[in-house]
């Protein structure tokens, strides 16, 4: 199989990247914070300041603001002065979970596949971990990978409380958090870079400290078995005069503890193993609790592996060394080399791994050709309904300059046709003038009642409509009417007119003998003074005769002196 660092870097379409400027990598336990100030430079890792600084019982490791203080102050005080920091949980806050996928075509499906396989095995609520994943060979699934054709992962599950943590711890702190990692991988980098990997086979390193003791095993630069144990490993008491024997039965069962979980994970790995070609070579002791060199010495006695504390190379670049031992700076030496390589540090529980689904160009193809399509579509059709819009109201504006020039020939349209009918009747061998005049001497004033649509026939009928006050007028009218001669045939009654005239009826006429009739004797009742037809109002009828309805002034009487009030020809 491919290095695991090749690997993914394909998977995930990276580039090496390196962290630019000074940074702060932070170890911390129970007793102790550890603190690296480090840069890179020309491809190698520079240390300008190291930094161990005791923790007293009044910070509480459960405040991240009482975190977040210890490290500013810590910091502060050794004048380590950086932009961000980089962090790392430890093995007993993470869970790891070896699988073996099929091989996917991105990383995006990678992805996928490594949340929804560790969802399920291991039941967590998706809003209450944060997950990310490595590709490594685990002791659990080794081989399976290459006899399957499949891609062994090593996926990693933490609280969602715990990387929060971090983060108010880095708040706290005034420093950016650039990553949060896990600290055996942090300890594998520090080992690798104290060149502890000459020999083919396996690696073990054993990180004490105060309270726990974790247990790795590395395959080159991939974590083949990792572990966490509880210790309690708080120190050497105080030398007493005297009590020497007590001391050294303290110190022997504190190592010992420390020893058989050491042991009993390292043979529980190689029982499990199946690769027996890369046996464990060499034990590597780290930590900053004083036990580190009886836990080694003992652990080559009970194992029969050569076994070591760990000690940085002399290529790490420190311009600084604290009077400790540098046995308890691993994670942080290691932190700071991964960080020359951002990718190289496989876990990062502050930005796990999200790839964005890949493009698929033919979709995009069609999915723009589609929007492009809609939008020219409806551009299109935005554009035909203005030009509709625009051919309507350009219609109608014509057809209203037409309607008001069409309206004067209209006009004398009427009044030719008017005069035509007045030539008719006169040139007609039925006297229509003398019944007209016989008809409105029969007639009260215009205020009383008023004849509309007045019409003739050739048998000698005129039909007309009657408008008047009420029933007593047009009965007088009716009875006028008869004792002229005329047959009076009353129609229907309609509505009141617009006019406030309440009696309204169609009324039918059959012409009598006129020539009986003598019409000198039928005088017209005398005009009023505002009559509009008086003599000396011709510039009042005038108006009222140019108004198309009829319509007068307000206040004007209506024409009188007896005579009907027809309002077709623009008079009443």
């Given at each position: 199989?491919a290095?695991s660092?090749?690997?993914l870097r394909?998977?995930?379409g990276?580039?090496a990247?390196?962290r630019?400027?000074r940074f ?11 603190l690296a100030?480090?840069e ?11 930094a161990?600084e005791?923790l ?6 459960d405040?991240?603001?009482a ?7 810590a910091?502060?005080?050794?004048k ?9 949980l ?9 699988m073996?996928?099929p ?5 995006f ?15 967590l609520?998706p ?5 990310d ?6 002791v659990?699934?080794e ?10 992962v090593?996926?990693?599950a ?5 990387v ?6 880095a708040?706290?702190?005034r420093?950016?958090l650039f990553r ?6 942090a300890d594998?980098?520090?080992a690798?870079n104290?060149?502890?990997d000459?020999?083919p ?6 990180h004490?400290t105060a ?11 991939t974590?083949a ?9 708080h120190?050497r ?5 005297g ?7 303290a110190?022997?069962g504190?190592?010992?503890a ?10 529980s790995f190689q ?7 890369r ?14 060199a009886e836990?080694?010495d003992?652990?080559t006695?009970r ?5 070591q ?6 290529q ?5 060394k604290p009077?400790?031992?540098l ?10 080399v991964s960080e020359?390589d951002?990718?190289r540090?496989?876990l ?7 790839p ?16 492009a399509?809609a ?9 035909a309904?203005?030009e ?6 350009e219609?109608?504006r014509?057809?209203t ?12 349209a ?6 035509e009918s007045?030539?008719r009747w ?12 016989l008809?409105?001497s ?6 009383l ?5 007045f019409?003739?026939?050739s048998?000698?009928?005129v039909?007309?409509?009657l408008?008047?006050?009420d ?6 009218i009716e009875?006028?009417l ?7 045939v ?6 009141p007119?617009?006019e406030g005239?309440?009696h309204?009826?169609?009324m039918?006429?059959?012409?009598g003998?006129?020539?009986k009739?003598?019409l ?8 009023r003074e ?8 011709e510039?009042e009828?005038?108006e ?15 024409p ?8 077709r020809g623009?008079t009443?």
């Open positions: 199989m290095r660092l090749k690997t394909q998977l995930a990276g580039k990247k390196t630019k400027g702060l990598t932070v170890d911390i336990d129970s007793r102790h914070l550890y100030l480090a890179h430079v020309r491809g190698k890792t520079r240390f300008h300041r190291l161990m005791p007293n019982d009044e910070t509480r490791l405040d991240p603001v975190v977040g203080r210890a490290i500013r102050r910091a502060k005080r050794h380590m002065q950086a932009k961000g920091m980089v962090m790392h430890r093995r007993a806050q993470v869970v790891l979970k070896p073996v996928l091989r996917p075509d991105s990383a499906e990678l992805a996928q596949m490594v949340r929804f396989q560790i969802s399920k095995d291991l039941s609520e809003g209450e971990t944060v997950i994943y490595a590709i490594e060979t685990h659990e699934t081989g399976e990978g290459e006899e399957s054709g499949g891609l062994e090593l996926a990693a933490v609280r969602h409380s715990i929060e943590f971090a983060r108010a711890v708040q706290e702190a420093l950016k949060l990692g896990l600290r055996p991988y594998m980098f520090g690798l104290a060149r502890m000459t020999t086979e396996a690696l073990a390193l054993v004490l309270d726990e003791t974790e247990v790795s095993v590395f395959h080159g630069d974590l078995f990792s572990r966490a144990c509880v210790t309690r490993l120190g008491p105080e030398k007493a005069q009590d020497a024997t007590q001391e050294t039965k110190t022997s504190a190592a010992d420390a020893v058989l979980e050491a042991a009993r994970s390292l043979q029982a499990v193993q199946r690769d027996r070609s046996p464990i070579g060499t034990i590597l002791v780290a930590g900053g609790t004083g036990f580190e836990v080694a003992k652990l006695t194992l029969g592996v050569p076994s504390v760990f000690e940085p190379s002399e790490v670049l420190i311009r600084r009077d400790e031992s046995s308890g700076f691993i994670s942080c030496i290691g932190l700071a020359r951002v990718y540090q496989p990062n529980f502050d930005r796990p791994k999200n964005k689904a890949p493009l698929n160009i033919k979709r995009v193809r069609r999915i723009a050709i589609g929007v399509a939008i020219l579509l409806f551009a299109g059709v935005g554009y309904i203005n509709r819009i625009t051919l309507t109201r219609r109608d014509l057809t300059m037409v309607a008001q020039q069409r309206e004067p020939v209209r006009e004398a009427r009044q030719v046709r008017r005069v007045l030539n006169t040139e007609s061998a039925e006297p229509w003038v003398g019944h007209l005049a008809i409105s029969a007639f009260p004033d215009a205020e009642a008023y004849i509309n649509s019409t003739t026939q048998n000698r009928r039909n007309f409509q408008s008047s006050r029933s007593t007028v047009a009965d007088r009875q006028a008869r004792e002229l001669g005329y047959d009076v009353a129609g229907r009654t309609s509505q007119d617009q005239y309440s309204v009826i169609d039918t006429l059959t012409a003998d006129v020539e009739v003598d000198a004797e039928r005088t017209a009742q005398p005009r505002n009559d509009l037809f008086r003599p000396g109002n510039r009828a005038e009222f005769l140019s108004n198309p309805r009829g319509g007068a002034r307000p206040g004007a009487a209506r009188g002196g007896g005579q009907p009030t027809i309002r623009g009443r």
